[in-house]
């Protein structure tokens, strides 16, 4: 969905940690959920990986907190 989803952000939490993320409806028919992700570059949208067409010779990207 995004040329630069394997780009490193930062995710943008208030004081206590929490990110104030928005479920949106989703792009694509194939996709359960998708979110709004706020981050110190602006916005990306994030889906839920059982939505990820990996197994059709798709790249994904994972990520975790630093």
Aim: hydrophobic share 35%; proline share 6%; net charge positive.
């Amino acid at each position: 969905m995004d040329k630069d989803y394997n780009q490193p952000v930062t995710v943008k939490a208030d004081k206590v940690g929490l990110v104030k993320v928005t479920k949106t409806k989703p792009t694509l028919a194939s996709t359960r959920m998708e979110f709004i992700v706020p981050t110190t570059q602006g916005t990306i949208r994030i889906i839920d990986y059982a939505s990820v067409d990996n197994w059709d010779d798709s790249h994904i990207c994972t990520w975790l907190p630093k």
